[in-house]
C-alpha cells in the first residue's frame, strides 16, 4: 500500500518562500497513471487543491496560485516537492500530499476538492506563516 510523508518547516516568514517535500513509499511516483498532489486546508476552511505532477512528470496548478506554485519531483529518492513563494498569513494551513488515479481539474478559481477524491494521503503538516 502507498504511503506518503510530508517533511518541511513549520513556521516561515512573510514574503518566504515556503518548501515541502513528500517522501513516498510502497510504490513508484513514475508508476503509470499515478498523479502526486498537494493539498492544503486553512484554519476552518475546506481543502483546497494546490497543484500536481504526474507520472510522465507533467505538472498542473490552481489558478489561484499558479504564479507562487513550482512542483517537481525526484525520482530517485521517490519524492516530490513544492514551493510556494511570496508566503503570507493567509498561507497558514495544513498541507498534505496525496495520491490520485486520474489528474485534477478545476471548475473555478479556486480548486475545492473531497478527501475522498484521493486514494492515499499524508497525514499534513502544519505550516504556520508568521513573522
Known amino acids: 500500500q502507498v504511503q506518503l510523508q510530508e517533511s518541511g518547516p513549520g513556521l516561515v516568514k512573510p514574503s518566504q518562500t515556503l518548501s515541502l517535500t513528500c517522501t513516498v513509499s510502497?510504490?513508484?511516483?513514475?508508476?503509470?497513471?499515478?498523479?502526486w498532489n498537494w493539498i492544503r486546508q486553512p484554519p476552518g476552511k475546506g481543502l483546497e487543491w494546490i497543484g500536481s505532477?504526474?507520472?510522465?512528470?507533467?505538472?498542473s496548478h490552481s489558478p489561484s496560485l499558479k504564479s507562487r506554485t513550482s512542483i517537481s519531483r525526484d525520482p530517485t529518492k521517490n519524492q516530490f516537492t513544492l514551493q510556494l513563494t511570496s508566503v503570507t498569513p493567509e498561507d497558514t494551513a495544513v498541507y498534505y500530499c496525496a495520491r490520485s488515479t486520474r489528474r485534477t481539474t478545476c471548475s473555478g478559481y479556486v480548486c475545492d476538492v473531497l478527501r475522498s477524491d484521493f486514494g492515499s494521503w499524508g497525514q499534513g503538516t502544519q505550516v504556520t506563516v508568521s513573522s
Open positions: 510502497g510504490g513508484s511516483i513514475t508508476s503509470v497513471f499515478a498523479y
Open positions: 505532477i504526474g507520472y510522465a512528470g507533467s505538472t
